[in-house]
């Protein structure tokens, strides 16, 4: 068997799986969740999620990865036979969210041309968002041309190169983000806003926050997809997994809420509450140029703001397209290039109606959603809690939670909070999940019977 590379040192490790987990999941779907599933009370689930199932599951996949030292579709496997279907369920999720993440990807191309050529004000116009997505080809033409740098960039395997200016733009979104939120949180009416995001409101708590909040999770750090037992096959044993996993989480967490204080108090300052927190996938790019707009400066901050972050959409993007290719490569029994050809026919065949959903085709739905929200439904929502949910079955009775805590104190490492591991892994995570997903299953039949929500 070839010998694994591995990454240097403990920082190396925690910045790649932290650059592969921060992306448009933090800044442009996360604030748009929060906006719609009631604010604070979003943002406490979803806190509450993060240190309990976020951390026991990627605790999890990473020890398993480096116990086995091999991807998702052969970790399974080697650990028991029985479980190879596991690693393959977990393989589809990335092929699934690569198309309409591109679709977005796009977006953000668009939206930085537009502040870099000068025009940002007249993005701050309302319609401005929904005339660009209603067009047919524009918004195609910027999903392809995303697709197309990300698979460029696989195919000469320059993602070095790439890893390496984002290693810099990373902390530039970061203090740009702050200095933005910081903005927008002083603005006038903004305080009400503030208020929203902070202060949970019971009223505002349903199943469907907890399903939002789970599958943004699962999203936002890349887990239940096999990405992290990947990562984990390269960490090297005498690293900790215990505060690797810390880490990663409060940099993939405080990201997102940072985006979220730039863009839902900015909702009350200068848009429309009432229409505006329902908006969903367009939010980012409805508030954002108004914001830029009022704030000095606002053009260049603007367009570097959208350079940053489709930076962090790259480096994602293409550690997606990476996961599909490797996974073609290997069942197809293909080259590279034919391997890199058969996925991006896939994304065409996934994106083009995720871009057309959202304009031309807004009125074609399935269950009720758009294609850009039933592709993401079907990941977040359905696939992901399922693989989560075989992966605690798997660890917590198959395997049982001992040999990853083994795994985890290596070399005479305390695992501090193994309990926790043990309890979320045995029970807790596969209860939560069961009970979430019968319900959001129950709600999908009880729409389509009677045409109103149970929930
Ligand atoms: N976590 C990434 C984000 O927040 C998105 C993502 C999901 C991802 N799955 C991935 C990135 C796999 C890299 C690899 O945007």
């Known amino acids: 068997m ?36 009631g604010g604070g009370m979003f943002l406490l689930v979803y806190l509450c999620l993060a240190v309990t199932f976020g951390f026991a599951l990627m605790a999890a996949e990473i020890a398993i990865g480096r116990k086995t030292g091999l991807s998702a579709i052969e ?26 993440y591109s679709v977005i990807g796009g977006w953000v191309a668009k939206y930085l041309w537009v502040f870099v050529s000068g025009s940002g004000n007249a993005a701050a116009n309302s319609e401005y968002f929904e005339t660009f997505i209603g067009a047919a080809q524009e918004p195609l033409a910027w999903f392809a041309l995303f697709i197309g740098a990300t698979a460029l960039i696989v195919l000469f395997g320059v993602e070095k190169g790439i890893e390496k200016v984002s290693k810099i733009m990373m902390p530039v979104l970061v203090v740009l983000s702050v200095g933005i939120a910081v903005y927008a949180v002083c603005m006038e009416g903004a305080m009400e806003g503030v208020k929203y995001y902070f202060v949970p409101n019971f009223e505002h708590f349903s199943v469907k926050t907890v399903l939002a909040a789970m599958g943004q999770l699962f999203y936002s750090m890349s887990l239940a997809m096999g ?24 940099f993939d967490t405080g990201i997102a809420f940072i985006a979220g204080l730039m863009i839902i108090p900015a909702i009350y300052a200068v848009g429309n509450p009432n229409t505006d927190l329902k908006t969903g996938p367009g939010l980012m790019f409805v508030i954002l140029p108004k914001l830029f707009a009022q704030m000095p400066g606002g053009q260049i901050i603007g367009a570097a703001f959208f350079l940053m972050v489709l930076f962090a959409a790259l480096t994602s993007s293409i550690s997606l397209m990476e996961t599909v290719v490797s996974v073609f490569m ?31 085709w807004a009125s074609v739905t399935i269950i009720g959603l758009t294609f850009l929200d039933f592709f993401d439904f079907i990941s977040n929502s359905v696939l992901m809690p399922i693989v989560a949910f075989f992966t605690c079955i798997f660890v917590g009775y198959v395997i049982k939670p001992q040999s990853l805590v083994d795994e985890i104190e290596t070399g005479n490492m305390k695992f501090k909070k193994r309990g ?20 959001s299953v129950f709600d999908v039949i009880y729409k389509l019977i009677t045409g109103s929500s149970w929930l």
């Open 2 to 37: 070839e010998k694994r590379s591995s990454f240097t040192g403990k920082i190396g490790f925690i910045m790649a799986a932290a650059g592969s987990a921060v992306g448009l999941g933090n800044i442009w779907r996360f604030p748009y969740l929060a906006a719609q599933y």
């Open 75 to 100: 970790a399974f496997g080697k650990l028991n036979k029985k479980w190879t279907f596991l690693g393959y369920i977990a393989a589809i999720v990335p092929a699934i969210i690569l198309p309409y």
């Open 227 to 250: 990405i992290m037992i990947t990562y984990g096959s390269y960490m090297k044993k005498e690293n900790s997994i215990e505060s690797s996993v810390g880490h990663i989480e409060i």
């Open 330 to 360: 290997d069942k197809f029994r293909c080259g590279r290039k034919i391997a890199c050809v058969l996925v991006l026919v896939l994304c065409a065949i996934l994106g083009i109606p995720s871009s057309f959903g959202n304009g031309i």
């Open 420 to 439: 926790l591991f043990t309890i979320v892994i045995k029970y807790f995570a596969p209860i939560c999940i069961v009970a979430i997903l019968a319900s």
